[in-house]
């Protein structure tokens, strides 16, 4: 006698849910590392706004001030030519290379005595805001020594922003 003959393999039923359980993981897991590859790019930008703000205090301790607009246009890129190589050994790029996007969202602000400093820089994630609209426009605020010169989080423009601020 033979056994019982019966198919041992999958019915193409059987295959097709497997197939759609393993592209909906495989969306879930594409979905959550790429929140997480934004938070990790958000954290390097704020340590290298932190790692400038560094190479600004030595500045300070050589010149007596921050750089001023005097010294430079106030952006990025010139606030880079006053501080490297001799008070920053590595200038810290976007990490994400996209300079239309995030390069120009690195902001230098100083007051005109050059006593104070903000670093802004563009977040690609949304963080709870910690800043008032007082503080980030220097226009609406009472003393802008006391407003605009603060370090936190805010919203502008449907940009989520970090600014590093020291004196």
């Not at 600004?56 to 921050?66: A, I, W």
């Not at 910690?130 to 936190?152: C, K, S, Y």
């Amino acid at each position: 006698m033979r056994k019982n003959d019966t198919n041992q393999g999958f019915s193409l039923i059987e295959l097709l849910i497997v197939m759609v359980i393993i592209g909906m993981l495989a969306t879930v897991v594409t979905i959550s590392s790429s929140a997480s590859r934004a938070q990790a790019r958000d954290s390097r930008r704020k340590s290298d706004v932190q790692t400038v703000a560094a190479a600004l205090e030595t500045y300070r301790v050589e010149n007596k001030v921050y750089p001023t607009e005097n010294n430079f246009s106030g952006s990025w890129d010139d606030l880079k030519v006053v501080l490297f190589p001799d008070f920053i050994s590595e200038w810290p790029d976007d990490p994400q290379g996209n300079a239309s996007q995030y390069g120009e969202g690195y902001v230098y602000a100083t007051d005109s005595l050059g006593s104070a400093y903000a670093l802004d820089v563009t977040l690609e994630g949304d963080e709870d805001v910690t800043l008032q609209p007082n503080e980030i426009d220097e226009t609406l605020t009472v003393n802008p020594d006391e407003d605009f010169f603060v370090t936190g989080i805010y919203s502008y423009g449907g940009d989520t922003h970090y600014r590093f601020s020291g004196r």
